[in-house]
């Protein structure tokens, strides 16, 4: 294995840890900590949307831009988890299935992990929209090796 392969795992890896990190601490906020974070965003893109949605509340925008990130989040854990299975040399369809297991494993530990939390709990809905994130994830990857015909090999 040679030292920039071995560099490029190593990175890899720690990015995903660094990322499954960031997830972790979103999910420790206590629920007024974690709806002010939320609220605050929320509040500056309503300021734009709320003219267009007349009837759209600020409750219910921030309902969809919390579900929203817990998605997007999730679709980049897909994506890290797929690079990290690729640079250590597991077959495409071996990837597949490990990214879209351990980002299912992992977006069940979170929903528990609140259960442990003030003012938070658990949810079997946010476990569909996290896992639906990492699936995509795992889409737009393929999808980008794909479209990089150097990177797309018969091992992935």
Known sequence: MSKRFNLAMTVSWLLVIGWMILIFLLSAQVADQSNELSTGITEKLFVLVGKVFKDLSLK????????????TIYLVLGLLLMHAFKVSHA?????????FV??????????????????????????IIDTSGVIVGILVFLLLCWKNIRSYTNDF
């Open 60 to 71: 219910t925008f921030n309902h969809y831009i919390r579900k929203t990130a817990h998605f």
């Open 91 to 99: 077959t495409r369809r071996g990837g597949v299935f490990l990214t």
């Open 102 to 127: 351990s980002g299912m494993v992992y977006a069940v530990s979170d929903e528990f992990h609140q259960s442990f939390v003030p003012g938070r709990g658990p949810s079997f809905f946010d476990v």
